[in-house]
């Protein structure tokens, strides 16, 4: 088979010509509508559920339950629309920042009490 624009030789099963981009008598109009575009594999892939607020609130729940609240939150949020994943995690952020609030709370709570009371006994005596 030869192109009709330039005359070049082309395999049988040639869509388009190499060299000047005509058409071939294969080529039909929905040939490459099938293909997804480049680059949008990976946006759909992430798109499709992806939960990084999720992941996100049940790290920093460990160590800055603020922050495991509010990932937590946005993750839950995420979770409940359509394709959502992670709704687990994002619930455990959410309870492991309120267990490490609770906690940090009463350590800190009774951590203050416990050298108010040393330090008024040091430098209590100090001053009679």
């Known amino acids: 088979m030869y192109c009709t624009k330039c005359g070049k030789q082309l395999d049988n099963d040639a869509v388009i010509c190499?060299?000047?981009?005509?058409?071939?008598?294969?080529?039909r109009e929905d040939f490459f509508k099938d293909e997804?575009?480049?680059?949008?594999?990976?946006?759909?892939?992430?798109?499709?559920?992806?939960?990084g607020m999720a992941i996100a609130g049940f790290v920093c729940a460990f160590f800055m339950?603020?922050?495991g609240w509010i990932f937590g939150g946005i993750g839950l949020a995420k979770a409940l629309k359509p394709?959502?994943?992670?709704?687990?995690?994002?619930?455990?952020?959410?309870?492991?920042?309120?267990?490490?609030?609770?906690?940090?709370?009463?350590?800190?709570t009774f951590i203050t009490a416990f050298f108010t009371e040393l330090f008024a006994e040091i430098f209590g005596s100090m001053a009679v």
Do not use: W
């Open 83 to 108: 394709n959502g994943k992670r709704k687990g995690l994002a619930i455990a952020a959410i309870i492991i920042a309120t267990v490490v609030f609770i906690v940090n709370f009463f350590v800190n």
């Open 65 to 67: 339950p603020i922050l």
């Open 36 to 51: 997804t575009p480049v680059g949008q594999e990976e946006k759909k892939a992430n798109s499709e559920g992806e939960n």
């Open 18 to 27: 190499p060299d000047c981009g005509e058409k071939t008598e294969n080529y």
